[in-house]
């Protein structure tokens, strides 16, 4: 970039500095968003297709998760890995609806190019949008049907309605039990508050049986086997110690020697050692603990005294793993055998060791009152299992939503076109250009019926003709089933998804919509960090 003043050239950009202004910028960008739309919009909805994604090693994922999807693709163009972060934002707030928030955002923008085109100024249409989001979530929020945390039977499909579609759809009854069982098991009730941690939520993958053998495990799954084989293979009514220090004799901080000079003190110096770890062996014995898992390492010795004592034991257990044990069994983790006692000591019904495939795990079972729970996930290969995995995840964030919010709106598109219709109307009283930015963020809010219709096979210009007359006379419920491609009361038909999936979709799309608008000026560096090779991303082909 360089600029004239009295006939000399002043550089200012340094040289290979590539830069897009005004309508080219923003035509780019818009672009850049609009592909990444393009990319996840066949995936979504139950007759959504999955994407195959080949890494550079070679490794394949099969998956219809949007935000697996754009994770693993590798993404060049700014504007494009902008698109990216709404999925992400969407996947850690609410854990569904992924799909549907990168789809609207790429339609908001498309919508924006319209006006653009019609000399309507960016600011103009941000403004119309930043007024029409804020509506759209009022119009969701009154859509909505309060639900009690007790309803087992809603919940049950809402989550079955978060894995319709992707691969666990065939075993969605068990699953939807399972996550509902698992959600209520950590959820924690203040008053009318009711907060998940969803990471007290583990799923443990094995390949082998069919999806319908996956199981929630009242307690914990911890993917090793006990460290002698004389011990006991299960313990019923387990007393579970948790220590978080090494069952072995303590080197020195420093290098210390130790000059033997006789055969017997030679002796003497192992049966010292022999005497320390049988006392540790002892303390635990004392406590009345007949399991015991042990953060850091346990001495061969150790090993050996424990199996005498009837003492099933497991070593170099993740710190992870103990917390969440200490969670569902109720022990509390100490640090040297000094504190163990039995007030320290967690319950379980069951702890057992058991062969799956060519792994041996151990199970802590039929824990009093869990607050941290296992799902041992199965399926066929390790790409079933996977994506029985992203379901599975999906499933418990929108449970989670639904406790934390009690809202839910039906879905197949009938959210959606209730927003459009009640967009239009405010749009009426608006007036000014704003009027014309809103209209087309009502627009934009169709192509989610639109796009279940297209994956379906039916034509969307009649699928959205019909709902709009259908929402006029039978009201907010009524979306598209794409088996049948009949308008019908979605709520009655169990299609529900939660309140906060659709308003941090509306959130997300439209403020990266108004951030992209924007923009007027791309200006790519020369080369990264200022010193390696290679010019500026390909901007006209976006580098995707």
């Known amino acids: 970039m360089s600029s004239q003043l009295s006939g000399q050239p002043i550089l200012i950009l340094k040289e290979g500095v590539e830069r897009k202004r005004g309508r080219d910028a923003q035509s780019t960008n818009i672009m850049a968003a609009k592909v990444i739309a393009d990319t996840v919009k066949s995936t979504l909805g139950p007759r959504g297709m999955d994407k195959m994604l080949v890494g550079s090693m070679g490794d394949i994922v099969v998956t219809n998760d949007g935000a697996t999807i754009l994770k693993e693709i590798d993404i060049e163009h700014p504007a494009a890995k902008m698109m990216v972060e709404v999925a992400k934002t969407q996947e850690n707030e609410v854990g569904d609806g992924t799909t549907t928030a990168v789809v609207l955002a790429g339609e908001l923008l498309k919508k924006a190019e319209d006006l653009i085109e019609q000399e309507i100024h960016p600011t103009v249409i941000a403004k119309g949008y930043r007024m029409a989001a804020t509506k759209a979530k009022e119009i969701a929020t009154e859509a909505s049907v309060d639900i009690s945390v007790d309803d087992d039977e809603i919940i049950r499909k809402v989550a079955m309605t978060a894995m319709t579609g992707k691969g666990a759809e065939k075993a969605k009854e068990l699953l939807a039990d399972i996550v509902v069982e698992a959600v209520k098991s950590v959820s924690v009730v203040k008053g009318s508050e009711v907060t998940v941690d969803k990471d007290q939520i583990k799923l443990e993958k094995k390949e082998g049986e069919g999806i319908e053998n996956t199981e929630l495990i009242r307690g914990v799954v911890i993917d090793k086997e006990r460290v002698h084989s004389a011990m006991p293979k299960s313990v019923k009514d387990a007393k579970i110690a948790l220590v978080d220090s090494a069952m072995e004799v303590k080197k020195t901080e420093i290098d210390a020697k130790i000059n033997i000079t006789d055969p017997n003190q030679l002796q003497a110096f192992l049966d010292e050692e022999e005497g320390m770890l049988k006392d540790m062996v002892e303390r635990v014995k004392d406590s009345g603990a007949n399991v015991l898992f042990a953060q850091k390492g346990i001495d061969d010795l150790a090993q050996h005294y424990l199996a005498k004592a009837g003492i099933f034991a497991i070593r170099r257990v993740k ?59 199965r399926g066929g290969t390790e790409h079933i299992v996977d994506e029985v995995e992203r379901a599975l995840d999906d499933a418990i964030g929108v449970v989670a939503s639904v406790f934390r919010d009690k809202k839910v709106v039906s879905g197949g598109g009938a959210a959606e076109v209730e927003i459009a219709r009640g967009l239009r109307e405010y749009a009426k009283g608006v007036g000014g250009r704003e009027q014309l930015a809103i209209e087309a963020y009502a627009d934009a809010m169709e192509v989610i019926p639109r796009a279940l219709a297209e994956n379906a096979g039916l034509d969307p210009i009649d699928v959205i003709v019909e709902l709009r007359s259908e929402n006029q006379k039978r009201g907010a419920k009524i979306g598209i089933d794409v088996f049948d491609g009949k308008a019908k009361d979605m709520y009655a038909e169990g299609i529900i998804e939660p309140l906060s999936v659709k308003t941090q979709a509306i959130d997300s799309s439209s403020e990266i919509a108004v951030m992209i608008l924007r923009i007027d000026d791309l200006i790519a560096a020369s ?18």
């Open 319 to 377: 710190e992870s793993d103990m917390k969440k044990l200490s969670k569902a069994t109720g022990a509390r983790i100490v640090s040297t055998l000094d504190d163990l006692s039995s007030d320290n000591l967690g319950v379980a019904g069951l702890v057992e060791e058991v062969k799956i495939g060519d792994d041996a795990m151990t199970f802590v079972r039929d824990c009093k009152d869990p607050k941290s729970v296992s799902i041992l996930v």
């Open 527 to 544: 080369s990264l960090g200022g010193g390696g090779a290679g010019g500026p991303p390909d901007m006209g082909d976006m580098g995707y």
